[in-house]
């Protein structure tokens, strides 16, 4: 049972390019999250998936798009990287008002 | 709209010592309430929720918190400070959704714990 897990650990992108952030759980969790994590702010959650084929944005959805794959699977793109998203991204899922965290994507755009 | 003041973003005590770090919150429905803990280069692991039964709640590695409404406050304590308590600890509120809910998290607090 590995729990939430994030792909890349660590990724570098220059100004424009697109990449996308894939997360999966194995808990047979209905919903999913999506937050950024920036020094002094806390986590934001910036979009989020209550059940399989839903998706509503968050507090900081702007320039990000999500794909709620299946149960399973969230993941989260940015079509074009800003420094601004230098960040670092924790996927999450949720039982009831419980939420368990992914081990984090740490982004640097350059 | 709901939100999570933490007072003080950096904390030290020693080995020992009483671990008192502090949470309000704003809510206009009773909250869900949590403490998150972020040890270095990790993902947020969960030491305790408060969801309307007993006011003190008890959680995980020793750590307990009160939710006193009168005073919108959710402080965490912990009666002895350990050197692996040190990490980055978050208070988190929530709306009561419908099988879901959306998390509004505090800056964190680091605590440092020295011998």
């Known amino acids: 049972n590995a729990g939430v897990t994030q792909t890349p650990k660590f990724q570098v992108l220059k100004t424009g390019q697109s990449m996308t952030l894939q997360c999966a759980q194995d808990?047979?969790?209905?919903?999913m999250y999506w937050y950024r994590q920036d020094p002094g702010m806390g986590l934001r959650l910036i979009y989020y998936?209550?059940?399989?084929?839903?998706?509503d944005k968050g507090e900081v959805p702007n320039g990000y798009n999500v794909s709620r794959l299946n149960k399973r699977e969230f993941s989260l793109r940015l079509e074009s990287a800003a420094p601004s998203q230098t960040s670092v991204y924790f996927c999450?899922?949720?039982?009831?008002?419980?939420?368990?965290f992914g081990p984090g994507t740490r982004l640097l755009v350059l | 709209a709901q939100s999570v003041t933490q007072l003080g973003s950096h904390v030290s005590v020693s080995e020992g010592a009483l671990v008192l770090l502090r949470c309000n919150y704003s809510?206009?429905?009773?909250?869900?309430l949590f403490w998150y803990v972020q040890y270095p280069n990790q993902g947020l692991q969960l030491l305790l929720k408060?969801?309307?039964?007993?006011?003190l709640v008890k959680g995980i590695n020793g750590f307990e918190a009160e939710f006193k409404k009168s005073e919108t406050s959710f402080h965490l304590t912990k009666p002895s400070a350990h050197m692996s308590d040190a990490a980055e600890y978050f208070c988190?509120?929530?709306?009561?959704?419908?099988?879901?809910?959306?998390?509004?998290f505090g800056a964190g607090t680091r605590l440092a714990v020295h011998p």
């Open positions: 998936s209550a059940s399989e084929g839903t998706t």
């Open positions: 808990m047979n969790h209905n919903s």
């Open positions: 999450a899922s949720g039982l009831g008002e419980t939420q368990y």
């Open positions: 809510s206009s429905v009773p909250p869900y």
């Open positions: 408060y969801t309307s039964a007993a006011t």
């Open positions: 988190a509120v929530s709306d009561r959704g419908g099988g879901y809910n959306k998390l509004i």
